[in-house]
């Protein structure tokens, strides 16, 4: 199984960018999905996920928009109006079938290798 996540790169405060993760080796149609983020010297922390529903970290809801295509086995994220405080190395993730806590890394098996996002001021 592996994540392959794109699309990093640097943008203004203010600009957008489209991560995508592609998936291969099973399909995760029935499992969580998400995106997580590590800025220098933070913890990795849960920034959006999708199974059934969305969920967000508050610090990105209202600018930031996940979305998968199963049938292409790709999720996306759409970061909107992005900060200087939203770079940051992003991973994708995804849960085994019948994993549960959504907002918790240790819930996600299976993660993509990290994509940078820098955001200059």
């Known amino acids: 199984v592996q994540l392959q996540a794109s699309g990093g790169g640097l943008v203004q405060a203010g600009g957008s960018l489209r991560l995508s993760c592609a998936a291969s080796?099973?399909?995760?149609?029935?499992?969580?999905m998400g995106w997580f983020r590590q800025a220098p010297g933070k913890e990795r922390e849960f920034v959006a996920a999708?199974?059934?529903?969305?969920y967000y970290a508050e610090s990105v809801k209202g600018r930031f928009a996940i979305a998968r295509d199963n049938a292409k086995n790709m999720m996306y994220l759409q970061m909107n109006s992005l900060k200087p405080e939203d770079t940051a190395v992003y991973y994708c993730?995804?849960?085994?079938?019948?994993?549960?806590?959504?907002?918790?890394?240790?819930?996600?098996?299976?993660w993509g290798q990290g994509t940078q996002v820098t955001v200059s001021s």
């Open positions: 993730a995804a849960q085994q079938e019948g994993a549960t806590r959504i907002y918790s890394e240790s819930s996600y098996a299976y």
């Open positions: 080796g099973r399909t995760f149609s029935n499992s969580a």
């Open positions: 999708s199974r059934y529903s969305t």
